[in-house]
T-cell receptor
Framework: KQEVTQIPAALSVPEGENLVLNCSFTDSAIYNLQWFRQDPGKGLTSLLLIQSSQREQTSGRLNASLDKSSGRSTLYIAASQPGDSATYLCAHSGAGSYQLTFGKGTKLSVIP | EAQVTQNPRYLITVTGKKLTVTCSQNMNHEYMSWYRQDPGLGLRQIYYSMNVEVTDKGDVPEGYKVSRKEKRNFPLILESPSPNQTSLYFC???????????FGDGTRLSIL
């Protein structure tokens, strides 16, 4: 069964710092890897989707990378801001599967 | 505005009283899905639908039913709710398999 692990479970950083969130998965037969943001009491917002044929995707201050051979993805946030405080989840979509398997998330707090 | 709409947002009810959580999307998406989110367990898929009249079980389907009679709607039915179904529920939809999922704002169910 596919497993997705996110470490650390929580992270606190001062405003302005660059940071990296980690995601690892057990199934290398990946179709795509997605990063989401969840604010308290809200649904998930898609941030970036990396297809299996891609190595990275960028959107503004966010950059996500994918290394299928090692079963890892990272989300890099540049120049963090208090508004970035949220829980970040990664989700794995396996080849031939209609299912997304989610990690448990990393709760990020950016301190002003 | 593209969106996934869930109703109700909050519901407190009693064991055994049938309830339905509605989900509607306005993006003409073929794929829709239901998840539940529980502390320490993360997001887990309940059921998904690839198109009208095509549904399949996710990881935790016990105690739930779904139907997909129209493309835009995908209701979640709890025929005899029990306290272990107290959770935060999310509906999601997407178009092509390499497009990100769009999530509703969630429905918080409490079953006493």
């Amino acid at each position: 069964k596919q497993e997705v692990t996110q470490i650390p479970a929580a992270l606190s950083v001062p405003e302005g710092e660059n940071l990296v969130l980690n995601c690892s998965f057990t199934d290398s037969a990946i179709y795509n890897l997605q990063w989401f943001r969840q604010d308290p009491g809200k649904g998930l917002t898609s941030l970036l989707l990396i297809q299996s044929s891609q190595r990275e995707q960028t959107s503004g201050r966010l950059n996500a990378s994918l290394d299928k051979s090692s079963g890892r993805s990272t989300l890099y946030i540049a120049a963090s801001q208090p508004g970035d405080s949220a829980t970040y989840l990664c989700a794995h979509s396996g080849a031939g599967s209609y299912q997304l398997t989610f990690g448990k998330g990393t709760k990020l707090s950016v301190i002003p | 505005e593209a969106q996934v709409t869930q109703n109700p947002r909050y519901l407190i009810t009693v064991t055994g009283k049938k309830l339905t959580v509605t989900c509607s999307q306005n993006m003409n998406h073929e794929y829709m899905s239901w998840y539940r989110q529980d502390p320490g367990l993360g997001l887990r898929q309940i059921y998904y639908s690839m198109n009208v009249e095509v549904t399949d079980k996710g990881d935790v389907p016990e105690g739930y039913k779904v139907s997909r009679k129209e493309k835009r709607n995908f209701p979640l039915i709890l025929e005899s709710p029990s306290p272990n179904q107290t959770s935060l529920y999310f509906c999601a939809s997407r178009g092509h398999s390499n497009q990100p999922q769009h999530f509703g704002d969630g429905t918080r169910l409490s079953i006493l």
